[in-house]
């Protein structure tokens, strides 16, 4: 096994830890069991659980502007950042596990400056992206705020909507973006 496979089964089975136990968790120990691997061959890849939950966040942030863009690709017109953003944000991820994961990279971001630098980078461009995809700027830029809202009061648990409400809220911000 390569290295860089060896990173990837280290890196899922953290996310598995977290995704399945819960953040508090996460140890070097149990993700090297949770690998296959020993605590030494962990500890050559990432030397502390800081730079663990990094790479988490890295690969995880990555991952999901990743697929904004090849969602935007697959698709045209107007408001076609706007969608993608919909869709990255809200399909295959609205599961307990994901939530957790989420409120574990939110606090690991503020542990780390340069991780919410890069956030905040990635973020101004998608919302440049979003002003430029033809529809109106402002109509874009309450999707996408109406979007980020949603996910926070899902991963705070505060407000929690029950299903149908929540697939014809996030259903009627996808309309919007169509110019219907």
């Known amino acids: 096994m390569n290295s860089n496979s ?3 089964l280290i890196l899922f089975a953290a996310s598995t830890i977290v995704k399945t136990l819960g953040a508090e968790k996460l140890t070097l120990e149990a993700v090297a069991k949770e690998a296959g691997i020993s605590k030494g061959g962990l500890l050559h890849h990432f030397p502390n659980k800081q730079a663990l939950i990094n790479a988490m966040v890295e690969e995880s942030t990555n991952s999901y502007f990743s697929n904004i863009n090849e969602r935007a690709a697959q698709t045209s017109g107007a408001g ?18 994901g939530i957790e994961m989420n409120a574990a990279i939110i606090a690991s971001l503020f542990t780390n400056p340069e991780l919410l630098i890069k956030l905040q980078t990635e973020y101004s461009n998608l919302q440049k992206k979003i002003e430029n995809d033809g529809l109106d700027p402002v109509l874009g830029t309450i999707v996408r705020l109406a979007v980020d809202g949603l996910w926070f009061s899902e991963i705070l648990r505060v407000g929690d909507l029950d299903s149908e409400l929540r697939e014809k809220v996030i259903q009627y911000l996808t309309n919007m973006t169509k110019g219907d």
Not at 80 to 97: C, L
């Open 6 to 8: 060896k990173r990837h």
């Open 80 to 97: 076609k950042w706007s969608r993608a953003y919909i869709e990255a944000t809200f399909v295959d991820v609205n599961d307990e596990h």
